[in-house]
């Protein structure tokens, strides 16, 4: 029971939180230059998350042949430019990574 009680308390924080800055953006005038530097937060975060998932590869900084996730992530990254499709994206950079593990 305490599980879902944390899980509720915690959906409840975050929501709030959320809902806090979306309603005060509804009501306040955010400055043009405030709008253009939220508008590359999504890239940033993402960007933290993956590229170590990416280039680190048993603790250390891998850019080699050798590392099938970076395969995988150019591969990814050479269809989701070539396509703009974010599902056949995703699908084609997990086949690429199964493929490339088991070679």
């Given at each position: ?33 405030m709008r ?43 269809v989701a ?23």
């Amino acid at each position: 029971m305490n599980i879902w009680l944390v899980m509720l308390i915690g959906g409840l924080l975050t929501f709030g939180m959320r809902f806090s800055l979306i309603y005060l953006f509804g009501r306040f005038e955010v400055p043009e230059t405030m709008r253009k530097a939220l508008h590359y937060v999504p890239p940033a975060v993402l960007s933290a998350i993956i590229f170590p998932e990416l280039l680190y590869s048993s603790g250390n900084f891998d850019l080699g042949l050798g590392n099938t996730r970076m395969l995988a992530g150019v591969v990814a990254v050479l269809v989701a430019w070539y396509t703009k499709n974010t599902l056949l994206t995703i699908l084609t950079g997990m086949a690429a990574l199964v493929i490339l593990q088991l070679i």
